[in-house]
């Protein structure tokens, strides 16, 4: 597992760039009531010589071992949840692939009228 770039690490949000091999945990801290928006996005290896249209899985916990949700076989996704627990939630990326992916990750947690969309191509 490398880390390639930390793209920001500051109060209420992060957005990460990495290399998964099989499995890549996170750990964000989020106050009650507040929403919690995260998307994802594999970027894929441009060569002729690798392809591969499978995605990523990645599975949500709360605080209290919850599952919030689960996503499967995702290229990229977003999603907004609201806090109902303060504490630290869990964001584990799986990739069944046999090759490494690089993920951009972000998640933004606060009281939001309006957001802009997250990690794209």
Avoid at 51 to 68: A, T
Avoid at 96 to 120: C, M, N, Q, R, W
């Amino acid at each position: 597992f490398t880390f390639l770039l930390l793209l920001s690490s500051f109060g209420g949000c992060f957005g990460i760039r990495f290399v998964i091999d099989r499995e890549e945990c996170f750990s964000h801290k989020v106050e009650y009531g507040n929403t919690v928006h995260l998307s994802f996005v594999v970027i894929k290896a441009e060569g002729s010589w690798y392809y591969n249209d499978q995605g990523v899985d990645l599975v949500v916990k709360g605080p209290n071992g919850e599952q919030i949700h689960d996503f499967r076989d995702k290229i990229s996704d977003k999603h907004e949840f609201v806090a109902y627990h303060e504490g630290v939630y869990r964001f584990c990326f799986a990739n069944k692939s046999p090759y490494h992916e690089t993920i951009d990750f972000d998640v933004h947690a606060g009281h939001f009228l309006y957001h802009d969309e997250h990690a794209k191509d």
